[in-house]
C-alpha cells in the first residue's frame, strides 16, 4: 500500500538558514511525487513536482527537492530561509487518480 | 487563472444539523475530491469523483455523503452533525491521470465547528 511519511513534525530555523524537509515513501512502481505549501488557513499550493528524469527538481519560492530512489526519499530543501516560508510543508505519492499525503511538517522561522 | 471555489469558509453548526459544503472549479477537471484536516493527521480522503453523478469512497466516508450534477460543482454533505466533525475541509480538483502535468488543485478551505 502507499503510503508517505514525514518524520518530522515541527522544525524551527532562523531566517536565513537552511533548510531541508523530510519525505519518505512507499510505492510498488515509479512514484509521481508532490511537495505542497498552506500558509495559515489557507488551501494547499503546488511547490515542485516530480515526474520523471532529473532527479533534483526546482519549484517556487526558491525550493527544489531531491528523488532519491535507492532511499524512497523526496527531501524538500532550501539554502536561505525567509520569514515568509513560515507554514505548513506536504509531502504527497501519487498512484492512479488518487493522491497520499503525509502528516505534514509545521516550519516556524525566527528572525 | 485557475480556480477552485469553496463557497464558505468558516462555518459554525449545531449537532444534528445537515450541513451542505459547496466546491465548484473553472478548469473542466473531470476529477474532483474532498479531503479532512486535522492537526497531526494531515490530509485524508472522505470521497472523490471521477465524472458527473459518479463516486467513490475514501479513507473515512462515514458520516458523509457527496453529489456531483454538474462537472464544475462537488458538493459534501454531513446528514447530520456531530462534533467529531469539527475540522477543515479541503476541496481539490485534477484533470484524469497523472501524466505528464497533473497536480490537485486546492480550494482554499472550509473550516466547520459543530457545537
Known amino acids: 500500500a502507499q503510503s508517505v511519511t514525514q518524520p518530522d513534525i515541527h522544525i524551527t530555523v532562523s531566517e536565513g538558514a537552511s533548510l531541508e524537509l523530510r519525505c519518505n515513501y512507499s510505492y510498488g512502481a515509479t512514484p509521481y511525487l508532490f511537495w505542497y505549501v498552506q500558509s495559515p488557513g489557507q488551501g494547499l499550493q503546488l511547490l515542485l513536482k516530480?515526474?520523471?528524469?532529473?532527479?533534483l527538481v526546482q519549484g517556487i519560492k526558491g525550493f527544489e527537492a531531491e528523488f532519491k530512489r535507492s532511499q524512497s526519499s523526496f527531501n524538500l530543501r532550501k539554502p536561505s530561509v525567509h520569514w515568509s516560508d513560515a507554514a505548513e510543508y506536504f509531502c504527497?505519492?501519487?498512484?492512479?487518480?488518487?493522491?497520499?499525503f503525509g502528516t505534514g511538517t509545521s516550519l516556524t522561522v525566527i528572525p | 487563472d485557475v480556480k477552485v471555489t469553496q463557497s464558505s469558509r468558516y462555518l459554525v453548526k449545531r449537532t444534528g444539523e445537515k450541513v451542505f459544503l459547496e466546491c465548484v472549479q473553472d478548469?473542466?477537471?473531470?476529477?474532483m475530491f474532498w479531503y479532512r484536516q486535522d492537526p497531526g493527521l494531515g490530509l485524508r480522503l472522505i470521497y472523490f469523483?471521477?465524472?458527473?453523478?459518479?463516486?467513490e469512497k475514501g479513507d473515512i466516508p462515514e458520516g458523509y455523503s457527496v453529489s456531483r450534477e454538474k462537472k464544475e460543482r462537488f458538493s459534501l454533505i454531513l446528514e447530520s452533525a456531530s462534533t467529531n466533525q469539527t475540522s477543515m475541509y479541503l476541496c481539490a480538483s485534477t484533470p484524469p491521470g497523472l501524466d505528464p502535468t497533473g497536480e490537485l488543485f486546492f480550494g482554499e478551505g472550509s473550516r466547520l465547528t459543530v457545537l
Open positions: 478548469m473542466d477537471h473531470e476529477n
Open positions: 516530480y515526474f520523471s528524469g532529473d532527479t
Open positions: 504527497a505519492v501519487g498512484a492512479g487518480n488518487q493522491f497520499y
Open positions: 469523483s471521477y465524472d458527473v453523478k459518479m463516486k
